[in-house]
């Protein structure tokens, strides 16, 4: 079943109608492709922590006429982190976000937990709290006892857990609380931005809200609390999260839609002021993406990639009991299409566990992906469940790992060794000299780029990438050593030939090395 679109703009109501299985996903042809150079699209968005060149994707020129993979995400075996203290009886779905600070190289967690179930992972989440935990590598976590919220105060509470006191890593009252680190925030005492139902204070009992933002100087102690009440059908009973939009200059929300009888649960998204502030949210949230009865869009982590935005998404299968991580792309927040094999219904992103394992049923993915000075693939960390959603179950954080560049590309030609492909051109802005592409090339493959009508830099002016291999990042070099240096602030209409099995993932323009001048 496809993924279908459900965009809310005002009274007015578009229903993009279902497809199959993959709405993106088909074989590219002539008739697909060819036609004017495909419209630049260029931004450079980030929350802050993930710093990249400037790079263009190939989902933004050519996912709506090819077909649309994912990279290969690897998982790692064994959890980083478990509900081990007195005061985390089921850490249920966690709703995880990471923060990685690049100038004291430390790792940041706020998670949640479901202080009133009964143990040992067993349901009841009537009441619940966000917890804290810092790392040195994002491997090794520590639960630091940060002497700030006091379980004794709950009288609810049981005894042999009440009695710890202040010594815990709970930070206050509330559930499916999204955090942040603001880079682009000027006043240090609001560096941190949350968003959800939770009490706001130091302490976390009071100046409580049923929906709203709060900020903070160091993500522990949140003040500022505004409620922020939107219109029927958002819902807060999901992990709501924010980060800025360098492209439209606000703040971005994604929060849940409860489209009631059917589909139920669905992604909903809104913006912040026009002027940029954290605040002046546009109160009616469009509802983006919706499922099915069996298989219905729980939650999603939506983060901008270069230039188009990417959503991870939680896709719960009731019966079963799953939640899987899948993956979507939007060029502009509202459309929304599967990047994962079989859409919907179909692959999931994040590997699950075998039978057994910490994440056998259930993926919660964090805000954000997070990508270090000097690896070459981006962390995906979640919170993974070792039983059904809605039974008994304990929570683990698991990591996974997709190569730099390729959470998704488009594989440009048939796979069959000697078909040639033209692409219709991309059309960018020069922005340096050098041409870098990332691209799986297969056996029998290769990949030329150029622009066609300027000399020394046209398709067979330039060396071919010959497969089999995977190159990521990787200079297109032209005959006589001519570059893009003379064209740096100029329009030009890449063209693509491709042979053979070619994945395209990205390209774009970076500065000339030392090395390479010499």
């Not at 609810?156 to 499916?176: F, I, M, P, S």
Request: with cysteine; net charge neutral.
């Amino acid at each position: 079943m496809g993924l279908l679109v459900c965009v809310l703009v005002a009274s007015v109501v578009y229903l993009a109608p279902a497809t199959h299985a993959q709405p993106t996903t088909h074989h590219v042809s002539p008739s697909d492709l060819r036609g004017q150079p495909q419209e630049h699209r260029h931004f450079v968005p980030t929350r802050g922590h993930v710093t990249v060149p400037s790079l263009y994707t190939a989902l933004n020129f050519f996912g709506d006429g090819g077909s649309v993979v994912t990279g290969t995400v690897l998982r790692r075996d064994t959890p980083l982190l478990v509900q081990d203290k007195p005061w985390e009886p089921r850490l249920d779905n966690a709703y995880p976000n990471i923060d990685y600070d690049a100038g004291s190289k430390r790792f940041q967690l706020w998670y949640g937990c479901c202080l009133s179930s009964p143990g040992q992972g067993r349901p009841n989440c009537d009441k619940q709290v966000l917890l804290y935990a810092n790392s040195t590598d994002g491997l090794t976590w520590e639960k630091p006892n940060l002497g700030l919220f006091n379980l004794s105060k709950l009288s609810w509470l049981r005894k042999d857990v009440a009695r710890y006191g202040t010594q815990n890593n709970v930070l206050l009252n509330g559930g499916g609380i999204g955090v942040f680190r603001d880079h682009q925030e000027q006043d240090p005492s609001r560096r941190f931005k949350a968003s959800g139902v939770g009490c706001f204070s130091k302490g976390g009992f009071e100046d409580c809200t049923k929906g709203g933002t709060a900020t903070s100087a160091d993500g522990l102690t949140f003040t500022n609390k505004q409620d922020v009440k939107f219109n029927h059908p958002q819902r807060y009973d999901c992990h709501t999260n924010v980060f800025f939009d360098q492209k439209v200059g606000r703040y971005v929300m994604t929060t849940r839609t409860y489209l009631d009888p059917k589909p139920g649960r669905c992604i909903g998204v809104t913006t912040g002021a026009s002027d940029g502030a954290f605040g002046g949210w546009n109160l009616t949230v469009d509802t983006v993406e919706t499922g099915s009865d069996d298989y219905q869009l729980y939650s999603q982590v939506t983060f901008p990639f270069h230039d188009v935005y990417l959503g991870i998404v939680m896709v719960y299968e009731p019966k079963p009991g799953f939640v899987r991580c899948k993956l979507t792309w939007s060029r502009d927040l509202k459309t929304w299409a599967w990047a994962t094999r079989g859409g919907l219904e179909g692959d999931a992103f994040i590997p699950p566990g075998a039978t057994g394992s910490f994440d056998a049923f259930v993926c919660f993915a964090a805000v954000d992906p997070v990508l270090l000075p000097g690896e070459t693939a981006y962390r995906v960390y979640y919170m993974g469940g070792n039983g059904p959603h809605s039974g008994t179950r304990n929570t683990s954080m698991g990591l996974a790992t997709v190569p730099l560049d390729r959470f998704a590309g488009v594989r440009l030609t048939n796979p069959l060794a000697g078909s040639t492909t033209t692409i219709p051109a991309a059309r960018v802005v020069v922005i340096d000299a050098v041409l870098v592409v990332s691209a799986d090339v297969g056996p029998g493959g290769s990949l030329r780029v150029g622009v066609e009508g300027l000399p020394g830099l046209e398709p067979g002016d330039a060396t071919p990438i010959v497969g089999p291999t995977n190159t990521t990042r990787s200079e297109i070099r032209f005959a006589n050593g001519h570059t893009f240096a003379s064209q740096v602030g100029n329009t030009v209409d890449l063209q693509f030939v491709a042979t053979g099995p070619v994945t395209l993932y990205t390209f774009g323009f970076q500065k000339e090395s030392s090395s390479r001048r010499a």
